[in-house]
C-alpha cells in the first residue's frame, strides 16, 4: 500500500487553500482491538491524517484528558511492540491515510533510534514526534529517521525564538507543529487572541508545512484557524468521547471528527 506522506499531505491542503484536519488518539484506548476500529473510523469520517500517541506513564506536555487515556491504555497492556502491531492490523485492514507516531523520549531511546525508525516504517507509520526530545539533541534521532525514510516532527511555541525556529524548521522534514498556547494539552473555551497573526507570520517563515494543536476542541476554533495553517490538530475533545463510549467509540468519534471537519 503507498500511503501519501506527511508532508505532502499538508502541502496539498495548502494547495487547495484549506486546512487538513489530523485527530489525535491514545493507541491502546479503551484496548488495541477498539483502536483498530477508531483509527478506521477517522478515516472514514474524512481525516487527511492521524497523530497516534504512544502511551506512557509520565506524560509531562499532557493535561488530565490524554494522561488519563495513557493511564487506561497502559493498564489495558499496551506497549511500544503493541502499538505498532495495531498499527499494522490498521494497514492490513484498508487504513490509508498517514500516520505521525506521538511519544515521550524514554521507550524511542529504550527501543533504539534505529530499530524504532525500521519497526516504526515497518508497522505503517510515515513519521514521529517525539515531544520532549529538542532538535539540539537529536542528531542521532534524525540519522534513523532518515535511514529508514521516516519523517520528523517537531514542536515550537509562542516563546520560540527566530534562531531556535530555524533549527526546528530544518530538523522537521514532515512538518512543524505550533503549541498553540503556554501550557498542556487540553481544551479550551477560547483560542488565543494572536493566535492567527501569529500563524500567518510563521507561515511566512518556515520552509516546512506548518499545524496547530493544543486546545483546539471546537468546530468554532477549526473555523477560526481555516486558512491559518496548513493543518489542525485536534486531540482532547476526541479523546474524551473515545473515555465516554469505551469500545464502542468508533461511531461516536466518526460523527463528532464530520461535525469537525464540517466547520
Not at 151 to 165: D, I, K, N, Q
Amino acid at each position: 500500500m503507498t500511503v501519501k506522506p506527511l508532508r505532502q499531505t499538508l502541502l496539498d491542503a495548502r494547495a487547495a487553500k484549506r486546512a487538513a484536519f489530523i485527530p489525535f488518539v491514545m493507541a491502546g484506548d479503551p484496548d488495541m482491538a477498539a483502536s483498530v476500529e477508531i483509527l478506521l473510523a477517522l478515516q472514514e469520517s474524512g481525516a487527511a491524517a492521524i497523530e497516534l500517541g504512544v502511551p506512557f506513564s509520565d506524560p509531562v506536555a499532557d493535561g488530565e484528558t490524554v494522561q488519563r487515556a495513557a493511564e487506561r491504555a497502559l493498564a489495558a497492556g499496551a506497549t511500544l511492540a503493541g502499538v505498532f502491531d495495531m498499527l499494522a492490523s490498521a494497514r492490513a485492514r484498508g487504513l490509508s491515510i498517514p500516520v505521525c507516531l506521538f511519544s515521550y523520549l524514554n521507550p524511542v531511546f529504550y527501543m533504539g533510534y534505529a530499530a524504532f525508525a525500521a519497526a516504526a516504517r515497518k508497522a505503517g507509520a510515515q513519521g514521529a514526534l517525539i515531544v520532549d526530545l529538542p532538535p539540539e539533541a537529536a542528531d542521532d534521532y534524525l540519522t534513523a529517521m532518515k535511514a529508514e525514510g521516516m519523517e520528523t516532527v517537531f514542536l515550537c511555541s509562542p516563546t520560540t525564538s527566530a534562531e531556535r525556529l530555524s533549527r526546528i524548521d530544518a530538523a522537521s522534514s514532515g512538518f512543524v507543529y505550533y503549541v498553540s498556547r503556554e501550557g498542556v494539552t487540553g481544551a479550551q473555551e477560547n483560542l488565543p487572541a494572536s493566535l492567527g497573526e501569529k500563524l500567518a507570520a510563521l507561515r511566512a517563515t518556515l520552509q516546512s508545512p506548518l499545524a496547530v494543536g493544543f486546545g483546539i476542541s471546537t468546530p468554532a476554533h477549526v473555523k477560526a484557524l481555516e486558512g491559518a495553517a496548513d493543518a489542525v490538530v485536534v486531540g482532547s475533545a476526541l479523546v474524551k468521547t473515545i473515555a465516554a463510549h469505551g469500545k464502542e467509540a468508533a461511531s461516536a468519534i466518526a460523527k463528532q471528527v464530520k461535525d469537525l471537519r464540517a466547520a
